[in-house]
């Protein structure tokens, strides 16, 4: 009987887990990102090369650059559209390794893009009413 109950308990938190995992987050919600794994991949790749001396100096300065661009991020995300946080969070997502410096950096350029088209859209509309 106790050994049901304990797979009863296992598999119910397993299920809530799982549906933790599908659902969506909201746009409004900043994403949190696994970033140790691009990290390692970047010291790994430079073969230690990014410091003088010790690698984990090199991840440790690669962590302290991902959370700079959290924060970025967060001081700047009500500037970014509900539709670019989607597709940006889904971007970054892909792939299974995720990092704030391609998040922070797909935002921006999608924001920065549609500011240029709106005021361009602005310009050419107010030159027609001449």
């Known amino acids: 009987m106790r050994i049901y109950l304990n797979l009863s308990?296992?598999?119910?938190?397993?299920?809530?887990?799982?549906?933790?995992?599908?659902?969506?987050a909201r746009a409004d919600d900043v994403?949190?990102?696994q970033v140790e794994q691009v990290c390692h991949g970047i010291v790994?790749?430079?073969?230690?090369?990014?410091?003088v001396g010790d690698p984990k100096?090199?991840?440790?300065?690669?962590?302290?650059?991902?959370?700079?661009?959290?924060?970025?991020?967060i001081k700047e995300w009500s500037t970014f559209s509900a539709?670019?946080?989607?597709?940006?969070?889904?971007?970054?997502?892909?792939?299974?390794?995720?990092?704030?410096?391609?998040?922070?950096?797909?935002l921006e350029m999608a924001r920065d893009v549609r500011n240029l088209r709106n005021d361009q859209a602005k310009a050419s509309s107010s030159g027609k009413q001449k």
């Open 44 to 51: 790994n790749q430079s073969g230690g090369s990014l410091t």
């Open 9 to 24: 308990a296992a598999a119910i938190a397993l299920a809530a887990s799982l549906a933790c995992l599908t659902l969506p």
């Open 83 to 106: 539709e670019d946080k989607r597709h940006c969070t889904a971007e970054t997502r892909m792939g299974g390794e995720s990092s704030y410096t391609e998040m922070v950096t797909c």
């Open 57 to 73: 100096v090199a991840f440790d300065q690669c962590m302290a650059g991902e959370k700079a661009d959290r924060e970025t991020m």
């Open 31 to 33: 994403p949190t990102l």
